[in-house]
Structures are given as C-alpha cells and as structure tokens.
C-alpha cells in the first residue's frame, strides 16, 4: 500500500521535473495563444488592404495552434520519467492499443484531411455566401481543423464537420461571377390585358435602383429590354408571368425581389390587372333538407 511518506518522497525528488512540465504546459498555452492572435491581427489587417483568401489563413493558424499543443504536451509527458517508461513500454508492445486508437480517431482524421481537401481545392472559402442542402445558407464564417462554421441570415452559427460537409452538395454563388438572376413570378386572372400586365412588369423591375443591365451589345443593338417579361404558363385560375431581373449579388437580389412584388402588386391594383385568389363555394346540407 502506497504511504503518503512515499507520495512526499517522490514528489520531492521530482519537484524540479514537476516545475519543468508545468513550466513547459503554460507556456505551450501562451505560446499557442499568442500565435492566433498574432494571426489573427495579419489576417485582419490583410483583408481590409487587399482581396485575399481567408481560408488559408485561418486554417493554417489552427492547424499550427493544435500542432504546438502537441508538442508541448508530448514534451511535458517524456519529461516525467515514471511517464517516460509507461508511454514507450505501451507503445512498443500494444498493437491492439494502436488500432483501437485508429478507429476511435478515425473520423476526426476525416475531418483533417476533408477539412484540407476544402482549404486545397476552394470548393468554397471564408466570407462565401453558400447553401447546402434546402435549409441550410448562409456565410463562411470559418474553416476549422474539424468542422466549418456557416453564419446563417438570422445571425446563427450552423457547425458541420468537414467530413459531413465534404460530401454534401454545396451551392456557391460567391465563385466567379456573383451577378444573379432573380425571377419574379406572379399569376394574372384570365380576364386580365397580360401585354399590360407584362409592360408594368418590366417598367417597375427596370426602374429598381437594384436592377442590373446585363445586356451584351449584341441585345442593347436589338434594343432588348433589360428586364424580360414572359408567359411561363397557364394555371387553373391564372396566367402565369416571370420577369427575369439582374442584380449584382445575392443581397441586393432578394431585397430587389421584395421590392418588387410590393411595387408590381400596388401598380396592378392601381391599372386594374386582377391577381386571382382561390374560390370555394360551401354548401349546408341541414338548410337544404329545411328547403325541400
């Protein structure tokens, strides 16, 4: 049985190892501490003086914050003999250990090695506007060594490991070209005059200070309209009309849109173009038997 006059012994003829390893754990801590922030201010400052890929950045800041906990603490481990001894002992004869380990760690390796392949390949980056699956979008906020942060519209962090991420399809409108066509659809009565319908149509989406001309020359020489009103199709009770307008980027899109179904609505009213809305007719069974 272990005395505490055993316990003493040993801790005073460790005590000089024993400050060592806390000496080397706390600065393993500041040391790693003061390396994010130190990239952190290099990434901050380089994103507000030119256009760069975040992503690399602050991928690399956690690969080496989590690399320097490693050391530290793998140097504050061998420096305990009794440690020392256990550590080599169970790594030279505990195979079974070895694959235990791998497969317990095999997803968060999977998400390393997915969370690398996603800082390589750009499949997207830190600032992106992005959607995956229906009812996930949102902004890149950060890329991880283990997961991904999105920054949804209502100001929530969504976090998905890399490996989950990695195989989901991911719709990107921040790569290349973020002009984006926003379609505009309202139905008309059938009664309704549609070459109005599609002239008030065009008129309001062309006069939105959002509305882009994306035409080429070739369509400014044809003198084709900016915004283009057609017929999409015939409903039950309605006309179906689609005005395709451009705006510069996703944002400006959906407020443009917004915009525009309020503008349409209130010019419609005003020049008499009807929006069908659905008709029942209710029947009373007790007051018909009443009447026969």
Known sequence: MISIDSISIFLWDEFENIILVIGIILTTFIVAKVLKKIMLNFISKASKSSHIDLSHYT???HFLSGLIYIIGIGIAIYMIPPLRTL???IFASAGV???IIGFAAQQAFGNLINGLFIVLFKPFRVGDRVRIKPDISGIVEDITLRHTIIRNFENRRIVIPNSVIANEVVENSSIG???ICRFIEIGISYDSDIKKAKKIMQQEAEKHPLCLDNR?????RNKEPVAVVRVVGLGESSVNLRASVWAKDPADAF???CDLNESIKERFDKEGIEIPFPHRTIVYKKEKRKKK
């Open 177 to 179: 070209d973020e002009k």
């Open 216 to 220: 080429t020359e070739e369509d400014k």
């Open 97 to 99: 250990l070895a694959i």
């Open 59 to 61: 991928f690399l800041t």
């Open 255 to 257: 407020t443009m849109g």
């Open 87 to 89: 550590s080599v002992s």
